[in-house]
């Protein structure tokens, strides 16, 4: 018995973006999905490079551990490649994207994830969702700061913990090996579709639809009918006996020449233009140039201007808080330890009459802790909605 994938994938741009950051990939053994972020240039790039890292693993692996092995190699050299283009060119600076990977062995499921994207999988009715959003108000959520019914509004929901790029640290991932069951369904997302579909309608979408393919056009429906403020892409897996015979499918900004229109504007540029700045480097140095091809017409498709309604996602710094925090800290330290100087440096009055210096000695000793006071408090105030535990 032969068991596999029947999968189908769809990407929307929406109604709102004007240009696709997600990218998807269904195939017989491998599902990707992938959420760019960076502005309209960056975010299709980044997801693109996830994509092309992973899909290149799209065959039966010879087990669960070999799946896992591969996947975070894969991913580690996308992150890697995200890196450098980010820190070579200042205007690729913050981009990245989030990554769920499935890849099939045998006899089992290995999953990788970072990001907010979502996995589902729908078993016997019912829905689950198989992957934790790494944000930040997931976070709050996990550490009951938050309900969840309050997260779904959270002004920082799309503050990210967790993405590949922007940062040289390691990739931390979430791995699991997922139970490999004929019968399942399962569902990979970008938050265009989960951030204004709930689960309860997502559940029973994929419970009626007939096909994976009937799933997608259905699903991507819903989140236009919401809307659809932004790129929205699914990829549906059912796992079934004799799986068909079919090519594998590409969404989304993978599936497009994003550079293809920046080639274009290149051979167009006239010698007189290109020799206008003094600056300008020799076409003869720039070809000896030890520089990757896609990367330098990647570097021309950033705008100067980014679009108002594409919002770079940011990645949230923990270092750069808690430094804001200490520096706090030590201004509130050196105005207490002044204050405290200055008042105690203070003539005492003579005691010309026996009342007065009582009230004016209990007038001193009262003010200053009264206005220590009213300095500490504001302190802990900052200190409080300054400072987050880092997670790891």
């Not at 890849?103 to 999988?121: K, P, V």
């Not at 003010?367 to 408090?377: A, H, I, L, R, V």
């Amino acid at each position: 018995m032969s068991i596999g994938f029947n999968y189908a994938a769809l990407s929307d741009i929406g109604k709102i973006r004007q240009s696709n950051q997600d990218s998807g990939y269904a195939g017989p053994n491998l599902l990707i999905l992938a959420d760019g972020m960076g502005g309209p240039a960056g975010g299709d790039i980044a997801s693109s490079i996830a994509i092309d890292h992973v899909r290149g693993l799209d065959s039966l692996a010879e087990s669960p551990e070999d799946a896992l092995e591969s996947l975070r190699t894969a991913l580690g050299q996308a992150h890697q490649e995200l890196c450098e283009r980010s820190s070579q060119d200042p205007a690729l600076a913050g981009f990245g994207t989030t990554c769920i990977a499935i890849r099939r062995s045998e006899n089992a499921l290995t999953m990788t994830h970072i990001g907010d994207s979502r996995a589902y999988r729908l078993r016997g009715g019912e829905l689950r969702q198989m992957t934790n959003d790494h944000s930040f108000v997931q976070y709050l959520v996990d550490t009951g700061q938050l309900t969840q019914d309050q997260a779904e509004n959270h002004p920082q929901r799309s503050v990210l913990l967790r993405v590949l790029g922007d940062s040289q640290e390691d990739v931390n991932l979430d791995e699991s090996h997922p139970e490999l069951k004929v019968g399942d369904r399962w569902l990979l997302c970008s938050d265009g579709l989960c951030g204004f579909v709930s689960g309860q309608t997502i559940g029973k979408v994929l419970y009626h639809s007939e096909t994976p393919q009937q799933a997608c056009e259905s699903l991507v429906e819903l989140a236009l009918k919401a809307g659809g403020p932004d790129n929205v892409t699914c990829v549906v897996a059912d796992i079934v006996e004799d799986a068909p015979q079919s090519e594998p499918q590409v969404v989304g900004a993978a599936a497009t020449d994003r550079l293809a229109q920046v080639r274009r504007q290149l051979d167009t540029l006239s010698e007189d233009t290109l020799s206008a700045s003094p600056d300008s480097p020799d076409p003869a140095a720039t070809d000896a140039r030890d520089e990757d091809e896609s990367f330098s017409a990647a570097r021309a498709a950033v705008p100067t201007e980014p679009l108002e309604e594409e919002t770079q996602v940011p990645k949230f710094r923990w270092g750069r808080i808690i430094g804001v925090v200490l520096g706090l800290l030590v201004l509130i330290g050196l105005f207490l330890g002044a204050l405290r100087y200055g008042m105690s440096s203070r003539p005492t009055p003579p005691p010309t009459a026996t009342l007065t210096s009582v009230s004016e000695t209990e007038s001193t000793d009262t003010s200053p802790q009264k206005e220590k006071t009213e300095t500490e408090n504001p302190s802990q105030t900052e200190t409080s909605k300054s400072a987050h535990p880092d997670k790891s």
